[in-house]
């Protein structure tokens, strides 16, 4: 059995990391001066720093200590790519080099051109770099291009970038989320009209228990743990979901509080372990258990719900045999886990990818949805739902209008202010891949992001990536997606980070908050422009001249000004540069039972038992983060709180490993409908019959399976096979 490096999440280890990470960046004083500055944290949406200082939260918490913003920090600040690597470096050369290699090589610092049939990247002006852009935008017609967003930029930007794709006539806009939170969305917007967190961090501060199903926090969010940790301490439970016995999640140690540090904080007091892809199931068993148990709230389920009678005949009619069958769970601990929810008089359910990433991701959502409503756990303080969101600005991104449909107001303010009729349709992210490999795509602008690294079937959607005739990628380093996913014609823009902008930018926590980023001078030297800048600077040359006021597009504060205008819930953000207050996003958060739905009620949906089943001799693989990446940018081989000291494993019950004569260590094939992979077994505590690889690796036998409704791709819901290596 492969051992975990620590017996708990956090700790010592963290940092320790902390410190080389700093003493990696070259210079200490200037690493811990922009790790305090006021921006948002780079990595994920807890919402850290702002106009509070780095490594502040919400709740004017310091410090709230985090490996991965260390080494996201440390990234931005180390080397830089010089004209001679590039003039000595074949591109068959950079096709070689691993995640972490290309990561290794620092920022990039100028534009960079390949041009079809070129062998190597060169450096080019701004003018040649932003001409030939503009004349491939130019000669394509809107709907053969698409713009992606990652989750990394600024308000300002993505507001930017959508408005002059809408201006250009295409609606095949689109971000990272279809591949991340999109189910959450889909059934969050179902169940109570918007499609966002229902709860601020202050709510965490008040629920009697936490549910985090299919969620790794200890790892990929860190500082939501320090809530679970005050939880814990005021009495409070918490359980947790998870085919796979997370360490961090058993227990952490809090960096910042002493007593954490030094004794560790025990994380969940009930631990199931259903098989993946099978949440609804838990939530059926769950959710009968409370209604066997007389553990509803019916005033509050008849007074501000909408559906209850046709789940509770449904799920009355389901049989408990069905039920563990389907989850592998048994009985008596789905009556645990409801006995202690029906003890709770508030909780707040949280998740991630875990249940996203499946064909049936929003079915997932909604099921554990009808468990809160049952338990009236929605429009009151101190419970509610929180998708617990990725990128740092991921959700800001899609507000302010990154998404190829817009809300009716929004929509209708834009044509308001700037003469736009948003183009009806637009492709979501995989069809514009799709598209790509059908030969219909002439031209892609990606506003950061790794589109070929993230996308299933990594060598379908490198070929697909390879078909665009040309590419405009903005980044501020080199990734595999620019490499193996370029475009015939790729052109490569150097970027400023967040807190290197002339100019303060706006970014969006999962808690719907919105945070004044100040900017800062830029960590290394080159000709880097800001992300509004070279949307402008692009648009300027594409749009017809005198379309729109490009001092004023290029402008931050004005920017913000027809936000305030025309995204939804974002008046207050008109005045956040001059007052510099920072504001809960309107009509997001419900402290009341009154919902944006038609009918004002909260909805209960109906949702059907999992289809997805291996047959005798399959598994159920699902792709995984560790901690030392993020997301497809790998930063450390090793994996500590599981144990791996490399990525090409696959992570199986030491029952499975057994039925199979396999030992630690074996090199197996695992295959699936799409491929195989040589791997070595990594026998971790996992529920039997379940497999785990890490991504963005696995995604070479990830097949291109969407959930229909929210068309994410089902990255942890694959059958797989495992045998021997030849
Ligand atoms: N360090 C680090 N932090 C990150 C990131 C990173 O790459 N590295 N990425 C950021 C981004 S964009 C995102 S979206 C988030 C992702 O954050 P998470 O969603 O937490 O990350 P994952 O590793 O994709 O999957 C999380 C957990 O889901 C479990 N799981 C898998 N399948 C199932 C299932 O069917 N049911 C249940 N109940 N559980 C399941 C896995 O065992 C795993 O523990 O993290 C963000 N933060
Ligand atoms: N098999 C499998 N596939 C998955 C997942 C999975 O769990 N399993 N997870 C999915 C999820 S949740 C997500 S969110 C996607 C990730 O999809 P993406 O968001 O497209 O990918 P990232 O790896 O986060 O993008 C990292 C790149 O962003 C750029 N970047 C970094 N900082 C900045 C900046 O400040 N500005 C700009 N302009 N660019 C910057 C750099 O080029 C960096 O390499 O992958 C998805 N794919
Ligand atoms: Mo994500």
């Not at 980070?497 to 303060?504: G, I, N, W």
């Not at 749009?543 to 729109?548: A, D, K, S, T, Y």
Request: contains cysteine; proline residues 5%; glycine residues 10%.
């Amino acid at each position: 059995m492969a051992k975990p490096g620590v017996s708990a999440g956090g700790g010592v280890p963290a940092i320790i990391y902390t410190l080389k990470k700093a003493h990696e960046s070259g210079n200490y004083w200037q690493f811990y001066k922009r790790m305090r500055s006021k921006n948002a944290c780079k990595t994920c949406a807890v919402g850290m720093g702002g106009q509070q200082g780095g490594m502040v939260n919400e709740a004017g918490h310091f410090p709230e200590v985090c490996k991965k913003s260390a080494q996201a920090q440390a990234g931005d600040m180390n080397r830089f790519i010089s004209e001679a690597f590039l003039r000595e470096t074949p591109i068959a050369k950079l096709e070689a080099l691993s995640s972490r290699e290309l990561e290794k090589l620092g920022r990039l610092t100028f534009p960079v051109l390949a041009g079809a049939g070129d062998t190597h990247f060169r450096r080019i002006s701004w003018d040649e770099a932003l001409d030939r852009a503009a004349a491939g935008l130019k000669e394509a017609q809107p709907d053969e291009v698409f713009f992606y967003s990652s989750g990394r930029s600024s308000n300002e930007a993505a507001f930017l970038l959508q408005l002059v794709a809408r201006a250009y006539g295409t609606a095949n806009i689109h971000n990272c989320s279809f591949y991340c939170h999109q189910a959450s969305g889909v059934a969050l917007n179902e169940v109570y009209g918007s499609g966002t967190s229902s709860v601020t961090l202050d709510d965490l501060a008040h629920a009697d228990i936490a549910l985090i199903a299919g969620a790794n926090p200890a790892s990929n969010h860190p500082r939501l743990i320090t809530q679970l940790m005050e939880l814990k301490r005021r009495g409070g439970k918490v359980i947790v979901v998870n085919p796979l016995k997370e360490v961090g999640l058993v227990r952490f140690k809090v960096p910042s509080s002493v007593r954490s540090l030094l004794f560790g904080t025990e994380i969940a007091d009930l631990y199931l372990q259903p098989h993946a892809g099978s949440d609804v199931a838990v939530f059926a068993g769950i959710l009968k258990a409370l209604i066997e148990n007389g553990r509803l709230d019916q005033p509050y389920i008849d007074t501000h719900t909408a559906g209850w009678p046709a789940i509770s005949a449904k799920t009355a009619a389901t049989p408990w045999e069905s039920i563990s069958e389907a989850c592998g769970v048994e009985r008596d601990q789905l009556e645990a886990a409801a006995a202690m929810l029906g003890a709770a008089g508030s909780g707040i359910f949280m998740w991630a990818m875990g249940l996203t990433h499946h064909a049936n991701g929003v079915d997932n959502i909604l099921s554990l949805a009808n468990v809160a409503l049952a338990r009236g756990w929605l429009g009151k303080p101190g419970s509610g739902l929180l998708p617990i969101r990725g990128h740092s600005n991921v959700q800001g991104v899609g507000s302010v209008g990154m998404t190829p449909a817009l809300k009716e107001g929004f929509a209708a303010k834009l044509e308001e202010l700037y003469g736009i009729a948003p183009a009806p349709g637009g492709q979501h992210t995989a069809a514009s891949v799709e598209a790509a490999a059908a030969g219909q795509v002439k031209a892609a602008v990606l506003l950061g992001g790794n589109l070929f690294a993230s996308n299933p079937d990594r060598a379908w959607a490198g070929e697909a990536l390879r078909n665009i005739p040309l590419s405009v990628s903005i980044t501020t380093k080199l990734n595999e997606g620019h490499i193996h996913g370029r475009g015939k014609s790729s052109i490569i823009l150097p970027v400023l980070a967040r807190d290197e902008e002339p100019q303060s930018t706006t970014q969006e926590s999962m808690f719907n908050f919105v945070r004044l980023s100040e900017g800062g001078t830029p960590a290394v030297r080159g000709s880097m422009r800001s992300e509004v800048d070279i949307i402008a600077g692009l648009a300027q040359r594409v749009l017809p001249e005198g379309r729109f006021d490009w001092a004023a597009l290029r402008n931050h504060h004005e920017l913000r000004q027809a936000m305030s205008r025309a995204v939804p819930g974002y008046a207050a953000i008109a005045e956040i540069d001059r007052a510099g207050k920072e504001f809960q996003v309107g009509g997001r958060t419900f402290h009341e039972p009154s919902f944006s739905t038609t009918d004002g009620r909260a909805h209960f949906n109906e949702v059907e038992l999992p289809a997805f089943a291996p047959a005798p001799g399959e598994f159920r693989l699902m792709t995984i983060r560790s901690e030392g990446q993020f997301n497809t940018v790998v930063y450390e081989e090793e994996d500590l709180y599981r144990g791996n000291k490399r990525r090409d494993v696959v992570m199986m019950a030491a029952e499975d490993a057994r039925r199979l004569g396999l030992a630690e260590g074996d090199r197996v094939a695992v295959e699936t409908e799409i491929g195989a992979m040589n791997v070595s077994v990594a026998v971790i505590d996992i529920r039997a019959g379940n497999l785990a690889m890490y991504y963005p690796e696995a995604n070479a036998i990830v097949p291109r399976k969407l959930d229909e409704r929210s068309k994410t791709p089902a990255f942890k819901s694959v059958i797989a096979r495992v045998r021997r290596a030849d």
